[in-house]
């Protein structure tokens, strides 16, 4: 994970993290970094320290900081105090992984398991070799595009950050 001190064209600042460089350039490109005080999607990283800790800081390190209130200037002579510390998700990516969770946990609870068989199993379901069950499993991006080429429907379920863990 990686943290990036973040500013818009408006010049209000905040911080978010990302999995790595590669994702925020991502995210930036699909216009899905924004900022929370005004929205606006152009935002470019600001200028920051690398945070490194001696071996005698590193208790300290491990308190948590106060949360400092700071301000963010609108226009001259306007300032609007920031939240003490920014989402590290935006509302709508909350609810898109608590939908995909909640797609997750359904195909786990209603349809059988069937690991590195999937390919096989899916490839004999179609041409009615054994009956149509719900199934879930593993494939390589081969096996898939394989399976969808023969007119086999199959769609991949995308691992999120929590299954990781």
């Known amino acids: 994970m990686i943290r990036y001190n973040l500013r818009c064209e408006r010049d209000h600042t905040f911080e978010s993290w990302f999995q790595s460089s590669a994702a925020y350039e991502s995210q930036e490109k699909r ?5 929370p005080v005004c929205g606006s999607v152009k935002v470019e990283r600001a200028i920051m320290a690398p945070r490194i800790v001696s071996k005698k800081g590193r208790d300290k390190a491990r308190e948590p900081a106060p949360a400092a209130a700071t301000t963010t200037t609108t226009s001259p002579g306007t300032e609007v105090a ?7 998700l935006m509302a709508q990516e909350r609810e898109l992984r608590a939908k995909l969770k909640e797609l997750r946990d359904h195909i786990v609870k209603n349809a059988d398991n069937v690991g590195e068989r999937f390919s096989n199993e899916a490839r004999k379901m179609h041409y009615g070799d054994i009956e149509h069950r719900p199934i879930y499993g593993e494939a390589s991006p081969d096996e898939a595009r394989s399976l969808i080429d023969e ?15």
């Open 82 to 88: 920031a939240p003490a510390s920014t989402p590290l």
């Open 31 to 35: 216009k899905l970094v924004s900022c």
């Open 151 to 165: 007119g086999i429907e199959v769609s991949p379920l995308p691992v999120l950050p929590d299954d990781r863990n």
